[in-house]
């Protein structure tokens, strides 16, 4: 039972650089959504969807881009990556958006 | 802004005893509390949660209290192990907020042998 999985685990990127970091469910969760974590701080929300064809912005949107197009999948892409967004990145899934949600194993990105 | 916090950053305990992690919200309108524990290196685990028409609910070792007139969340382990040793969040759910959740900044909790 995989869960929530979450590529790659690791990432460094140069400023300017474009990349996707990928996230899969095989739970058959409606609501998924990506989080933000960084020192001293709480976990943030960037983007969810609370189904296939439906994303909304959380309190961290700017320089994310998400996508939907199946139940399973829910890729993050930082179009042009900024020191700023040097963090940690979890996706995680739930069978509704008022249920508890499930974290994939996050990925490490530091942007140069 | 942030409404969630913890009072204590850090909390060390004895191995064998009970610990007791505290959280304060300030949204009324919150109507679902939940608890996370971060091991290193790892995504958050839930571990228990509570509405609000509920004042504690009981897991294996673990109680959450809520405490609505005060704005109050607690997570309480029982005969603390070394396992327990990691970053635990709490979370509200705000009904004004599209059912987001919002974390606070977690404490760290070190069981001493």
């Known amino acids: 039972n995989a869960g929530v999985t979450q590529t790659p685990k690791f990432q460094v990127l140069k400023t300017g650089q474009s990349m996707t970091l990928q996230c899969a469910q095989d739970m058959n969760h409606e609501y998924m959504s990506w989080y933000r974590q960084d020192p001293g701080m709480g976990l943030r929300l960037i983007h969810y969807?609370?189904?296939?064809?439906?994303?909304d912005q959380g309190e961290v949107p700017n320089g994310y881009n998400v996508s939907r197009s199946t139940t399973e999948d829910f890729p993050l892409r930082l179009l042009s990556a900024a020191p700023s967004q040097t963090s940690v990145y979890f996706c995680?899934?739930?069978?509704?958006?008022?249920?508890?949600?499930?974290f994939g194993s996050g990925t490490q990105l530091s942007v140069l | 802004g942030e409404s969630v916090g913890l009072h204590l950053p850090t909390l060390s305990v004895q191995e064998g005893d009970n610990s007791i992690i505290n959280c304060a919200y300030s949204?009324?309108?919150?109507?679902?509390f939940i608890w996370y524990k971060q091991e290193s290196g790892k995504g958050p685990q839930f571990i228990i949660d509570i509405r609000s028409n509920m004042d504690k609910r009981q897991g294996q070792r673990v109680t959450v209290l809520l405490n609505k007139t005060v704005k109050h969340l607690s997570l309480q382990i029982a005969a603390t192990q070394p396992g327990d040793s990691a970053v635990y969040f709490c979370a509200e759910r705000r009904m004004d907020s599209s059912y987001k959740l919002i974390f606070g900044s977690g404490t760290r909790l070190l069981v001493r042998p």
């Open positions: 969807s609370v189904g296939a064809g439906i994303t």
């Open positions: 949204n009324s309108a919150s109507d679902y």
């Open positions: 995680a899934s739930s069978s509704g958006i008022r249920e508890k949600l499930f």
